[in-house]
């Protein structure tokens, strides 16, 4: 993996209000020094405008297509990316617990995200689910992966899955990416 890791840029792609030192993407960069954060600066009041842009940015900035790897409104954030009339090159996408930003219990700083983009990505991809996510129901985030293209990965009731429904440095979560970025090597 080190060796296929390295030819492919990874782009981690945090949520709302980033990525605290317990979430799972915030372990895997202490594992896996490669991997890279995407700084949207301003993480209390997300602008998708202002998040796409970074991420364009942030693309452009990698020396081949990326594997994006989102989790949260970081997976909606990357949706609006891949939406722009002329996207950034793409090596793939692992989106990991897309919220409902229009759902009625969302915080309002998600609302600006609503409704998320819906075009087919043309990339390869998984959107990894829970069952028991309060931040989507399980019917609408599968609507977004048909939508978007990507494979549908159902983890069972595991939460939001970010530290506090315990997922720490998330093994399951690596060995799909790993097993990604072998299909894109291959």
Same mark, same amino acid.
């Given at each position: 993996?080190?060796?296929?890791?390295?030819?492919?840029?990874?782009?981690?792609?945090?949520?709302? #209000?980033?990525?605290?030192?317990?979430?799972?993407?915030?372990?895997?960069?202490?594992?896996?020094?490669?991997?890279?954060?995407?700084?949207?600066?301003?993480?209390?009041? @997300?602008? =998708?405008?202002?998040?796409?842009?970074?991420?364009?940015?942030?693309?452009?900035? #990698?020396?081949? =297509?990326?594997?994006?790897?989102?989790?949260?409104?970081? #997976?909606?954030?990357?949706?609006?990316?891949?939406?722009?009339?002329?996207?950034?090159?793409?090596?793939?996408?692992?989106?990991?617990?897309?919220?409902?930003?229009?759902?009625?219990?969302?915080?309002?700083?998600?609302? =600006?995200?609503? @409704?998320?983009?819906?075009?087919?990505?043309?990339?390869?991809?998984?959107?990894?689910?829970?069952?028991?996510?309060?931040?989507?129901?399980?019917?609408?985030?599968?609507?977004?992966?048909?939508?978007?293209?990507?494979?549908?990965?159902?983890?069972?009731? #595991?939460?939001?899955?970010?530290?506090?429904?315990?997922?720490?440095?998330?093994?399951?979560?690596?060995?799909?990416?790993?097993?990604?970025?072998?299909?894109?090597?291959?």
């Amino acid at each position: 993996m080190a060796e296929a890791a390295l030819s492919i840029p990874l782009l981690l792609v945090p949520g709302w #209000c980033n990525s605290g030192p317990e979430h799972w993407q915030s372990r895997w960069q202490l594992l896996r020094p490669h991997l890279r954060r995407v700084d949207f600066g301003e993480w209390h009041h @997300p602008s =998708p405008q202002l998040w796409t842009t970074i991420l364009y940015q942030a693309v452009l900035a #990698c020396p081949h =297509p990326p594997l994006l790897i989102a989790h949260s409104l970081g #997976c909606l954030a990357t949706a609006s990316l891949l939406a722009q009339p002329i996207p950034p090159p793409i090596a793939a996408a692992l989106l990991v617990a897309p919220p409902n930003p229009g759902q009625s219990h969302a915080p309002p700083e998600l609302s =600006p995200f609503d @409704p998320p983009a819906r075009r087919r990505f043309g990339v390869p991809g998984l959107v990894v689910i829970s069952s028991n996510d309060a931040y989507a129901e399980e019917t609408y985030r599968l609507e977004l992966a048909e939508d978007w293209g990507l494979e549908v990965v159902r983890l069972g009731a #595991c939460g939001h899955i970010n530290s506090e429904s315990g997922h720490g440095d998330w093994p399951e979560g690596l060995a799909l990416l790993d097993g990604l970025v072998g299909r894109i090597e291959a």
